[in-house]
């Protein structure tokens, strides 16, 4: 399969930005996307960019995509304690056999310290 | 209300003893997989099914099967559960797998099955 990676551990203080990193394999991926997992709950998606975008805004969510180097990363401005959970980067396969296929990577957890 | 269902939530059994994961999906989605969540390891894709009918293997398929017989339906069959496969599983379907568009995957709540 493709390879996601991530840091697994993320601790920031209330009111303060986080970024979490992201790096995949595939330039052929079109789409990328952050999930979020609350405890005891399944993912939700959070968020998506295609690749021809560098950047996606939405509220406090931003999205930078660098293609090149095929790293992608989430930023939360003015991050809450209600942010706190694991945050997953995954990328859409579209190579043959594995056409839209989800690659995830193994997640980061956020904890948010008032 | 839109929502993949999955059942049991919760569910200790032992080695060896048959067992079944409902999943059920009300948005007539062609995709549905299951995947499993392992701490530090993330999500990996056990069996992915296209359409009814149509099922192929995932990352990590061995000691599981599938079967989609209906739209909405795609059970998880752990034929001889051994203690490796203790874990949290995660259903999911989307309108359709093709490459192009995007299109979300919406993910059921989780089973966490115990083998011991």
């Known amino acids: 399969g493709e390879d996601v990676e991530q840091s697994l551990f993320l601790s920031v203080r209330e009111g303060d930005s986080s970024v979490i990193n992201c790096t995949y394999t595939d330039s052929s991926s079109t789409y990328l996307y952050w999930y979020k997992q609350e405890p005891g709950a399944g993912l939700q998606l959070l968020t998506y960019?295609?690749?021809?975008?560098d950047m996606k805004q939405d509220q406090r969510l931003t999205v930078l995509l660098n293609k090149k180097d095929k790293h992608l990363s989430l930023r939360i401005a003015d991050t809450q304690t209600g942010d706190s959970a694991i945050y997953f980067c995954?990328?859409?396969?579209?190579?043959?056999?594995?056409?839209?296929?989800?690659?995830f990577g193994r997640g980061t957890q956020l904890t948010v310290w008032p | 209300e839109a929502q993949v269902t999955q059942n049991p939530r919760y569910l200790i059994t032992v080695t060896g003893k048959k067992l079944t994961v409902t999943c059920s999906q009300n948005?007539?989605?062609?995709?549905m997989s299951w995947y499993r969540q392992d701490p530090g390891l993330g999500l990996r894709q056990i069996y992915y099914s296209m359409n009814v009918e149509v099922t192929d293997k995932g990352d990590v398929p061995e000691g599981y099967k599938v079967s989609r017989k209906e739209k909405r339906n795609f059970p998880l069959i752990l034929e001889s559960p051994s203690p490796n496969q203790t874990s949290l599983y995660f259903c999911?379907?989307?309108?359709?797998?093709?490459?192009?568009?995007?299109?979300?995957?919406?993910f059921g709540p989780g089973t966490r099955l115990t083998v011991l």
């Open positions: 999911a379907s989307s309108v359709r797998l093709a490459g192009g568009p995007y299109n979300e995957q919406f």
């Open positions: 960019i295609f690749s021809n975008m």
């Open positions: 995954a990328e859409k396969s579209d190579r043959g056999s594995t056409l839209g296929r989800l690659y």
């Open positions: 948005m007539n989605h062609e995709y």
